[in-house]
């Protein structure tokens, strides 16, 4: 079946060291996205790929950097985690631009990321 | 700018009983409107969505919702709920034609009880 895929399903990180979460799709679509959710809130987008086009958003902590080095993986790197960026990170794709035919994201199963 | 309200942080529903979860937006302009559901520890699934024709809209699962344009309304019902169905709902919106974010609500957390 085509999905999306996101290694590993839990992270333990220490405060301050560098830690990447991976994430890979066999639907082919050409957008990605990176959602930080924290419990019991809505996921909040850090950025998201068109194809090799890279979009931050502008609230994104610079300590969140994205990688995408073909169609099929984006990898999230957190340079020096700190406490508050414990959270379920979810990757997800679209086959274009969400507002212009009304295409649904897919989303993959997260990461738990945990900070000591 | 757009934006969706989700009125009811949590619901508390008896099995076999209905449910309706509510959702509003604000918007300017058209929009595409999505449910999507989060079951504990994964990430979301789309329920249905809303693009255009037919006001009312059905998904998996035997959900439904529909699109109350006067209302500015996307509720989310289902005639029978069953524990399975225990999960976050998040609602959700985007501007058509627009190269914008999708915006999610806060999401509605479903208690089913025995």
């Known amino acids: 079946d085509a999905m999306v895929i996101q290694n590993p399903r839990y992270q333990v990180t220490q405060f301050g060291k560098p830690v990447t979460l991976s994430c890979s799709q066999t639907?082919?679509?050409?957008?990605m996205y990176w959602y930080q959710q924290k419990s019991s809130q809505a996921p909040k987008l850090l950025f998201h790929?068109?194809?090799?086009?890279?979009?931050n958003e502008a609230d994104t902590p610079d300590n969140f950097q994205s990688r995408r080095p073909n169609t099929s993986f984006c990898f999230l790197d957190i340079r020096s985690p700190g406490l508050g960026d414990a959270a379920m990170y979810l990757c997800?794709?679209?086959?274009?631009?969400?507002?212009?035919?009304?295409?649904?994201?897919?989303f993959g199963p997260g990461t738990r990321l945990t900070v000591t | 700018a757009q934006s969706v309200t989700q009125l009811d942080s949590q619901v508390p529903v008896f099995e076999e009983a209905p449910v309706e979860l509510r959702c509003n937006y604000s918007?300017?302009?058209?929009?595409?409107l999505f449910w999507y559901v989060q079951y504990p520890n994964q990430g979301l699934q789309l329920l249905l969505k809303?693009?255009?024709?037919?006001?009312l809209v059905k998904g998996i699962n035997g959900f439904e919702a529909e699109f109350n344009k006067s209302q500015t309304s996307f509720h989310l019902r289902k005639p029978s709920v069953h524990i399975s169905d225990t999960a976050e709902y998040f609602c959700?919106?985007?501007?058509?034609?627009?190269?914008?974010?999708?915006?999610f609500g806060k999401g509605t957390r479903l208690h089913i009880l025995p």
């Open positions: 997800a794709t679209s086959r274009d631009r969400l507002g212009h035919s009304g295409y649904e994201q897919y």
């Open positions: 790929y068109y194809d090799k086009d890279f979009n």
């Open positions: 918007s300017s302009v058209s929009v595409y």
């Open positions: 809303y693009l255009s024709g037919s006001t």
């Open positions: 959700a919106v985007i501007r058509m034609n627009r190269d914008d974010k999708i915006i």
């Open positions: 639907l082919n679509h050409n957008v």
